[in-house]
């Protein structure tokens, strides 16, 4: 692929996902249906998985880039859970913005549009999304 297309797909992601998000001066949290559970914090391993999947689905439009087993604008889920599973990385960590891109470091500046949802997420909604990817 040349450097052009690489470049045209890059815009065109970022592109994509500016124009998904909604410009409002709403409280964020009330765009967003309350993750069943979330106010007590479970560690139920089936809760977390849950409401991960609902975090991922919505509230942090993880799903508009990030399929199961197939890379659209980013890689696949499956493939970001070996990666970070082999170098025993955190994908909370990278989530809250304290990581190092080791998946896909090319499309790393796409990913940065997110962590403006990721960031303002509490840690543990961070782990249910994790635990969710790792379920896949």
């Known amino acids: 692929m040349t450097t052009i297309m690489k470049s045209a797909l890059l815009v065109l992601g970022l592109l994509a996902l500016s124009s998904c998000k909604k410009e409002t001066n709403a409280k964020e949290e009330g765009l967003y249906p309350t993750v069943v559970g979330a106010e007590n914090h479970s560690t139920d391993p089936a809760q977390m998985i849950a409401q991960g999947k609902v975090l991922f689905e919505g ?72 635990a969710y990817m790792n379920s896949l």
């Open 59 to 130: 509230k942090g439009t993880c799903n508009s880039c990030h399929l199961a087993d197939k890379k659209v604008i980013g890689p696949s889920i499956k493939e970001i859970t070996k990666i970070y599973a082999d170098n025993k990385a955190s994908i909370v960590t990278f989530l809250q913005g304290d990581g190092e891109p080791i998946v896909d470091p090319s499309q790393f500046p796409i990913m940065q549009a997110n962590f403006a949802i990721t960031k303002k997420m509490s840690e543990h909604e961070l782990k249910a999304i994790e």
